[in-house]
């Protein structure tokens, strides 16, 4: 099985695409301000909450903000940021993590309501990390006060990327004193364990303070393998989930439990099987060496059909696989504060984090149609007859073979980042201040590809070779001619691997180690003025404006065996490009009513903010706020704005790379019908994999869009220590960037929806074994259509202290409404697909162009916290709802259409809707998964005088299994969106000094 492992895809993906270990409290965001006549009111700190420029008293703003505290993250034992991110409500759409090991690369990201991690902006302490995405892993948890998450889009205060939120880190400042951390947990029953230790110390003067602190992050892998879910190590397909969920898993290749006439399930795996599949010239079909072979393959009578019939038809890739991938993370950080002189404050801020990551994938799934071969050197022989392996006397013109001799592939990360803010601020009078601040940064990461081959080797080693009398070696080239290369060893492919396997000399003639490297360089010149400009009878007149330049420089410059195609694997071109962005903003509150009956405050605010790009046309983007409060504690708030977001780097100039994802070809079985008129008669299907070439495209234009939320906080007098916040959003995106999946380029040209899309295909030519077969089919970044999500969001928080300790109990959520992008489907039966703007909420969508997602319909946590004393103990409730997955298997088991029924039950087709005149489908099916509710069982203590607290925590208490979903790509279900590792502990201590 080839996947996509080149680094420059990954990028795209990672930019284009819409399972924490613990559930955790909230800390209640719902804080109201007082009235101005209070007493009170004089004492309270300015602050400026995410979502807006100016600093005020009242933190609950117009904007919905979550807001997570150091209690609150503690709590998790999670050892990088994005992990706990992901389990939170807003989140959806399966972003990458650790978990993700086929198609990962060790970065964490977040996707605020599903729109696409490129879509939700990460901020520190209000600044753009240096990284082109939005890479948690490299952030100390050990340097985190708070994280302000803004539930609405905000590119009229922050710029392009804010569109469907932002995440923001406030750091800890004004620390005093020393504090050393460890922590360390695992899986009850996988293992995996994680390490964690830092440190940080801090000070303050009349004049300032310091922070510095330093954490390192160690993670162990978790293979598949050591699962006892049949599924997740096993490469299976299954047809009938009624059958499969009822009967499960038995002996052969596939059973009809419930005699209906469809199988079951069926192990697929990969066609590259460890016994080879050969083609020969003039011989008819494909053989493969048979598990029984006297000879191991050197004699023509080993070989068998390459139909399952003498040896394994597929191979079973999965238990090689990570489903916990292992890193190391190191991080330093330090900021000050300086008061240079009165009313002007110099600031600094430095950070710098290494990581080392990998991922492991099954042994290299060689291919002759798309890796190099000796097809070089003769066009159409990928191995000659004159090859000393060669049992068939004829040329071999492709063969498919799983490598397993050589071990699993492996691929590793090394990432440094570091960022340094510099900056000013100061006063002007008693109302107006000022920011001038400088912030650079750079990521570099190098990657390496373990388990590859070298294509001019491959090419001598599989060409002609003769067993040399005098040296009684097997030497390359021919009696006449040998090879001048005297370190060739030819391969023998002709082989069983248990009982006459590749030598370890053939493949480290041919191995070759991998090497890319990529850069992110972003810069960013801020200068902002805040204040009050009049004082207007409800109150003063809050003014923000400022400018802002931003710069961002990317490339990627893959391993030269890569960029020449001379290699194994995924091949590509690598990037370089750059661009700039100046900036005008501004924001302006105006108080309207105070203090009268039926308005205790009334205001409206409004933020605009001009961009002028280097490389496409300038834009305006605006945000109207409102804030009524009509008696003193309820707050009314909306806000209605416009979003807009440029194409990254890689976007616009990222080189064409590889990938090979899971294909329908609608055309298999149906050469010379319309829109397969160049597929040959007969033609069907032989591998569910195929190439795509996916690439940036310069002459892509920026995306707009809209967004809306309306909402109350209330704080009701008569219920003491009970707030609670409700709140409607929608965002949607008019014309969104997107990479078409290899299936809507497929279907829209078959069907004739997107004629242009035929342009794209290329399919092997009558000169190849796999005449009227995908060579590959270019999939470039372009815009693809609307993109669209609502829903409601809720928290309600209560705080008692009592006899018997302080109890509080919080409870937050959000049930999506809708979730609408563009989603291939057969949506009425007839066999025939069309891409059309389907709604994905309650789905594990598959189908839909940004790859397989999850969009749950409800999530929500809960959480009861009691302390007394010196001792705690917290219980923790997640919950994710059921999401459907759909299709319809054919009499045969061989294939699955997209025909997905309305109805969420099992029903009956009509005869006259089956797909390619296949006999009678007796019922499509729909797969649903169960509810998950995850409960975590914290207990902490703290050693008095010491300055000591410990705490012991138990994840996943009832051991709640992972969903089996039948598209999942990484291990048959979605390790992104559910717990990973089942019932699982962390022990934590912390001493102050």
């Known amino acids: 099985m080839t996947n996509n492992r080149n680094p420059l895809y990954q990028a795209l993906q990672y930019a284009l695409v819409p399972g924490a270990m613990a559930s955790f409290a909230l800390a209640s965001s719902t804080v109201f301000a007082q009235d101005s006549g209070d007493e009170e009111s004089s004492t309270l700190e300015r602050v ?73 902006l990460v901020l520190v302490n209000g600044n753009r990390l240096p990284s082109l995405f939005n890479d948690f892993s490299v952030i100390p948890v050990v340097m985190v006060e708070r994280i302000e998450i803004l539930k609405d889009g905000a590119s009229a205060v922050y710029g392009a990327d804010a569109v469907a939120g932002v995440v923001n880190i406030i750091t800890r400042r ?51 393998a050591k699962y006892k879910e049949d599924f997740l190590k096993t490469s299976v397909t299954v047809y009938d989930p009624v059958g499969f969920h009822e009967f499960g898993f038995q002996e052969g290749p596939g059973v009809d439990g419930d005699g209906n006439g469809i199988v079951d399930w069926i192990t697929l795996g990969s066609s590259r099987r460890a016994n080879g599949r050969f083609t020969i010239a003039g011989i008819a079909g494909s053989k493969t060496i048979c598990t029984d072979s006297a000879t191991g393959g050197a004699s023509v009578t080993d070989y068998g059909p390459a139909n399952g019939v003498c040896g394994p038809a597929t191979y079973d890739y999965a238990p090689t696989n990570y489903m916990q991938t292992p890193y190391e993370r190191s991080s330093f950080f330090g900021q000050a504060d300086y008061e240079l002189f009165d009313n002007v404050t110099a600031t600094l801020e430095t950070r710098f984090a290494n990581r080392s990551s990998s991922q492991q994938l099954a042994p290299t799934p060689y291919d002759s149609r798309f890796d190099p071969s000796y097809a070089s050197v003769v066009p159409g022989v990928v191995v000659p007859a004159n090859n000393y392996y060669n049992p068939f006397g004829a040329d071999i013109t492709q063969w498919r073979r799983r490598m397993v001799e050589d071990g699993p592939r492996l691929f590793e990360q090394i990432v440094h980042e570091w960022q340094i803010i510099a900056g000013l601020t100061g006063d002007i009078g008693d109302s107006w201040t000022w920011d001038l601040s400088y912030n650079y940064g750079q990521n570099d990461r190098s990657d390496t590809d373990y388990g590859q081959y070298s294509g001019s080797r491959l090419a001598k080693a599989m060409g002609p070779s003769f067993l040399d009398p005098a040296t009684g070696r097997v030497t390359c080239g021919t009696p006449g001619a040998p090879d001048p290369d005297t370190a060739c060893v030819p391969l023998n492919i002709f082989t069983n691997p248990v009982s006459n396997p590749i030598t370890e000399d053939m493949l480290n003639y041919i191995g070759v180690p991998l090497n890319d490297r990529s850069q992110n360089v972003r810069q960013v010149t801020n200068l902002t003025f805040m204040g009050n400009a009049y004082e207007l009878p409800a109150g003063p007149l809050g003014v923000a404006a400022g ?45 309207l009513l105070s203090g009268v009956t039926g308005a205790e405050m009334l205001e409206i605010g409004v933020s605009a903010r001009y961009d002028d790009f280097s490389i496409f046309p300038s834009s305006t983007t605006w945000q109207f706020a409102f804030r009524w409060k009509p008696v003193n504690d309820l707050l009314i708030r909306a806000t209605a704005g416009n979003v807009y977001r440029e194409p990254n780097v890689s976007e616009l100039f990222g080189g064409i790379g590889d990938n090979f994802p899971t294909t329908s070809d609608p055309c298999s079985g149906q050469g010379g019908t319309p829109g397969c008129e160049d597929v040959p008669v007969g033609y069907v299907q032989s591998d569910s994999q195929s190439r795509t070439r ?49 299936n809507v380029v497929l279907a829209g040209c078959y069907n004739g929806a997107v004629p242009e899309y ?3 295909i290329v399919r092997f030519g009558p000169e190849s074994p796999d005449y009227g077969g995908l060579d590959y089919t270019l999939t470039l970044v372009q815009k693809v259509g609307p993109e669209s999500a609502s829903g409601i969001d809720w928290q309600m928080n209560y705080s008692r202290d009592t006899d018997i300790g302080l109890w509080d109990f919080g409870w937050y959520g959000t049930y999506n409404l809708s979730r609408e992008q563009l989603t291939l489907k057969d949506f009425d039966g007839d066999g025939l697909y069309s891409a059309e703007i389907a709604d994905s909420v309650g789905q594990y969508e598959h189908r839909s162009l940004g790859g397989s997602a999850s969009y749950p319909e409800w999530r929500w946590m809960f959480n009861t916290d009691w302390s007394l004393g010196d001792w705690g103990v917290s ?53 649903t998964t169960k509810d998950k509710y995850y409960v975590d069982l914290v207990g902490h203590y703290t050693v008095p005088v010491w300055g000591t607290e410990s705490s012991a925590v138990i994840t996943n208490l009832f051991d709640v299994a992972l969903p089996f979903l039948n598209y999942g790509f990484n291990a048959t279900t979605d390790s992104d969106t559910y717990r990973a590792f089942g019932r699982s502990w962390f022990l934590n201590v912390t001493h102050s000094f």
């Open 174 to 224: 004004d620390f005093q004193g020393a504090e050393v951390q460890g922590q360390m947990g695992q899986s009850f029953d996988l293992g995996g364990m994680n390490y964690s230790t830092s440190f940080i110390t801090g000070g303050n003067s009349d004049r300032g303070n310091f922070v510095i602190g330093a954490e390192y992050v160690r993670q162990e892998s978790i293979l598949l």
């Open 547 to 591: 400018f802002e330049r931003r710069s961002e420089a990317y490339q990627y410059i893959p391993d030269s065996g890569k960029a020449t195609g001379a290699v194994t694997g995924n091949v590509g071109m690598g990037t370089k490009g750059q661009y700039n962005v100046d900036s005008f903003f501004g924001e302006v509150n105006v108080p």
């Open 48 to 120: 400026q909450v995410t979502g807006s420029r100016l600093v005020r008293m009242d933190i609950e703003g117009a904007n919905p903000v979550t807001v997570l505290d150091r209690d609150d993250i503690a709590r998790t034992g999670v050892t990088d940021l994005g992990n706990l991110l992901q389990d939170l409500p807003m989140m959806s759409g399966s972003p990458t993590s650790t978990q993700r090991n086929n198609g990962g690369s060790g970065q964490v990201a977040v996707d605020i309501r599903g729109m696409g991690t490129n879509r939700t």
């Open 694 to 742: 996916a690439g940036g495209n310069i002459n892509i234009t920026p995306e707009e869009g809209d967004t809306f939320t309306t909402g109350l906080a209330w704080t009701p007098e008569f219920a003491d220590g009970f707030s609670m916040t409700l709140d409607y959003w929608k965002i949607k995106i008019d014309d969104a960037i997107n990479i078409p999946s290899v």
């Open 758 to 760: 035929c342009d794209d």
């Open 875 to 927: 219980l923790s409730i997640e919950f994710i709802d059921g999401v459907t997955e759909c299709g319809s298997p054919n009499a045969d088991a061989t294939y699955l259409t997209m025909y997905c029924p309305d109805d969420p039950q099992i029903v009956s087709i009509d005869p006259a809707d089956t797909y390619q005149k296949i006999p009678l489908i007796d019922r499509a099916w729909i797969n």
